[in-house]
């Protein structure tokens, strides 16, 4: 697929660390249109607790879409309690077969605090093979900079942080208004 066909795709930075027990998805505030920076400090990572059962999800993208397949994925845990990875890979295989669901633009990296996903339109759910992932514009400069410090004494949040603050410097798209959420498990 071209770039030019989900432009949404391009404007923000996500990642998502697992260390020590815990594990941290953190995004960017910047909302972009084209060239132009519409607003600074919008919530791209949210905690979602259906059922009881709390999962933390960040996303990439339309926000629309995002909001979207964020729902899904809230009733999907709703019919499987405890089950992030069935949820996932259900709603990613109705992303993939839905025709209205085809035409979402947005990636999700989501975590109960055991596992971290993410999940796509292409009807992927990838693990991280590292515990770090990124998605979105500066995702590659935040994955780099994440795997370089994994082997440190810094905490997954710091690992975060610091992460998205080298991804901030180097991605127009992307700036240092960060949302954290941490989970355990």
């Known amino acids: 697929m071209a770039d030019d066909q989900f432009p949404g795709w391009h404007g923000t930075t996500i990642i998502g660390v697992k260390k020590g027990g815990e594990v941290v998805i953190a995004g960017d505030g910047q909302v972009s249109f084209g060239q132009t920076v519409i607003k600074g400090s919008a919530r791209k990572v949210r ?3 259906p059922g009881g059962f709390d999962v933390v999800a960040g996303f990439a993208g ?3 879409d995002a909001f979207t397949l964020l729902e899904r994925l809230e009733s999907k845990l709703e019919a499987t309690p405890g089950q992030l990875a069935r949820a996932s890979v259900e709603l990613a295989k109705d992303w993939r077969t839905d025709k209205y669901l085809q035409k979402l633009e947005a990636m999700l990296i989501v ?3 055991a596992d971290i996903f993410v999940i796509t339109g292409a009807g992927d759910v990838l693990e991280p093979e ?3 992932t990124a998605i979105g514009s500066g995702g590659n400069y935040a994955l780099a900079a994440a795997r370089a410090m994994m082997d440190t ?3 997954a949040e710091e690992i975060a942080r610091r992460a998205m603050a080298i991804a901030a410097d180097i991605c ?3 700036n240092g208004n960060l949302t954290v959420e941490k989970i355990s498990k």
Do not use: C, N, P, Q
Request: proline share 0%.
């Open 153 to 155: 004494d810094h905490s």
């Open 62 to 64: 339309s926000t629309a």
């Open 172 to 174: 127009v798209y992307t």
């Open 111 to 113: 975590t109960d605090g």
């Open 130 to 132: 590292h515990d770090v």
């Open 47 to 49: 905690r979602l607790s």
